[in-house]
């Protein structure tokens, strides 16, 4: 095989490996993203009030107390999950470096979860007191990190008692990669 046909072959198969690159990224970035709370449930639940201390009472009566804990909600069947999984991870090293505690719960397992949370996958904090710190996404956009992240702050939070702050927050209006759970 001459020089001139190994080179164009190179480059043919270099110009693939672009299209390919280029689809892939085009897809991950654009694909279709929606909002955390579409249907409004949500935050119809909010005019009903005090939604972070009915959520503790109905955690507390499944058997999961609340008293510094963080709880990693997830469906399975989420296609979003992946995009999630390496912010889950810092986010549940800092938790136990904060002297909290972290519970994974599946949507399947505890299937009235959905009652309260409109997507997934979606995160709960609690301070040491069991009240409500923060209720939703873990981040917004694309892709779910630490740069659009809603909890970091919040997080050197849950292993104190914060119950001087405004109820918790509920975050109805988040946009990204989520998996409604209706």
């Known amino acids: 095989m001459s020089v001139d046909k190994r080179l164009r072959k190179l480059v043919a198969i270099a110009l693939c490996a672009l299209l390919v690159v280029v689809a892939l990224s085009t897809y991950l970035l654009y694909q279709p993203l929606t909002w955390f709370d579409k249907s409004g449930a949500l935050q119809a639940q909010l005019t009903e009030g005090q939604v972070g201390k009915r959520l503790g009472q109905w955690l507390n009566k499944q058997g999961y107390p609340t008293e510094s804990r963080v709880f990693h909600v997830m469906d399975a069947t989420c296609a979003c999950n992946w995009r999630t999984q390496a912010h889950k991870q810092v986010v549940m090293r800092r938790v136990t470096a904060n ?75 988040a946009r990204g990669c989520y998996c409604p759970t209706s």
Not at 109 to 136: C, H, N
Not at 146 to 167: C, G, K, N, Q, Y
């Open 99 to 173: 002297e909290g505690a972290n519970v994974t719960l599946s949507l399947a397992e505890l299937p009235g979860l959905k009652d309260w949370l409109p997507a997934t996958p979606a995160v709960i904090l609690f301070d040491a007191d069991g009240e409500l710190i923060y209720l939703g996404p873990y981040a917004d956009g694309a892709f779910c990190n630490t740069e659009s992240s809603f909890i970091e702050p919040l997080i050197d939070h849950v292993s104190t008692r914060v119950s001087d702050m405004d109820a918790g927050w509920v975050n109805t209006v």
